[in-house]
C-alpha cells in the first residue's frame, strides 16, 4: 500500500476515560459544525515516516491526546480528466442531527480513524476498525469533496454529493442500497488497496 496514496489529519483533545476511545474507534469522531473537516481536524502534509514526530509536535498544542485521520486521496481529491472522474469519491460523515450549537452535528466514519497517541506515557494506539475502505452507505461528503468537485467541474458528481446533503441517513441509506450506489467504487477500492471491505459501518 503506497502511503503517498493517503492525507492526514490530526484531532487533538483531552481524553481521561479511556472508554472513550474504544467509543470513537467504534463509532466515529463526532464533529458539531456538520459537514467540515477543517473545523475539527488539521491537515497535515507528512509521509508515513514522519507521522510519529509530527503526532508528538502537535500534541502538545491540543491536550493530552492526539487522533490520527488517515484517508485515501482518492476520496477527497479525485483525479478528473475534463470535468470527467476518473476515480468516485466515497462520503465520510455520517448525518445524525440538525440540532447541534452550531448546527448539524456529523460523525466521521470509523474507518477513517487510524489510531490514536497519548502524550501522558508517549504511546500510540492503532483503530482495530481503521481501513481505507469504508462503507460509505448513507454518509454525506465534507464541504471540501464538494468544493473540489465544483471548482474541477465534475458537475454530475458535484450536483450528487449536494443533493446528498438535503437527506437524512435513513434516506440515504435507503437510496444507496436500492440504486446500489457505491458496489463499483468499492469493489475498485478493494481491489486497488489489496483488502476486503469489512462493512463495519451500518446505515441505520
Not at 476498525?129 to 467541474?153: A, C, K, M, R, W
Request: hydrophobic share 30%.
Amino acid at each position: 500500500m503506497n502511503n503517498d496514496e493517503f492525507s492526514y489529519f490530526f484531532h487533538g483533545t483531552t481524553i481521561t476515560n479511556s472508554s472513550l476511545i474504544n467509543e470513537i474507534f467504534d463509532n466515529g469522531l463526532l464533529n458539531y459544525r456538520g459537514n467540515d473537516m477543517l473545523s475539527t481536524m488539521w491537515p497535515v502534509k507528512i509521509n508515513e515516516s514522519e507521522l510519529g514526530s509530527k503526532m508528538k509536535e502537535y500534541a502538545g498544542t491540543k491536550g493530552n491526546a492526539v487522533f490520527v485521520i488517515k484517508i485515501p486521496k482518492y476520496y477527497l481529491t479525485p483525479r478528473t480528466l475534463n470535468g470527467q472522474l476518473q476515480q468516485i469519491p466515497l462520503p465520510i460523515w455520517k448525518p445524525l442531527s440538525n440540532s447541534g450549537e452550531h448546527g448539524e452535528i456529523s460523525q466521521l466514519s470509523p474507518e477513517l480513524i487510524y489510531g490514536v497517541y497519548f502524550t501522558d506515557n508517549d504511546s500510540f494506539i492503532p483503530n482495530p476498525n481503521y481501513s481505507p475502505v469504508h462503507n460509505p452507505t448513507g454518509l454525506q461528503f465534507d464541504n471540501q469533496q464538494i468544493e473540489y468537485l465544483l471548482n474541477d467541474g465534475a458537475m454530475e458528481m458535484y450536483n450528487f454529493a449536494v443533493d446528498r446533503k438535503e437527506k437524512s441517513l435513513e434516506e440515504l441509506t435507503q437510496i444507496d442500497d436500492i440504486a446500489h450506489n457505491w458496489d463499483n467504487a468499492l469493489a475498485q477500492y478493494s481491489q486497488h488497496f489489496g483488502i476486503e471491505q469489512k462493512n463495519h459501518h451500518q446505515g441505520l
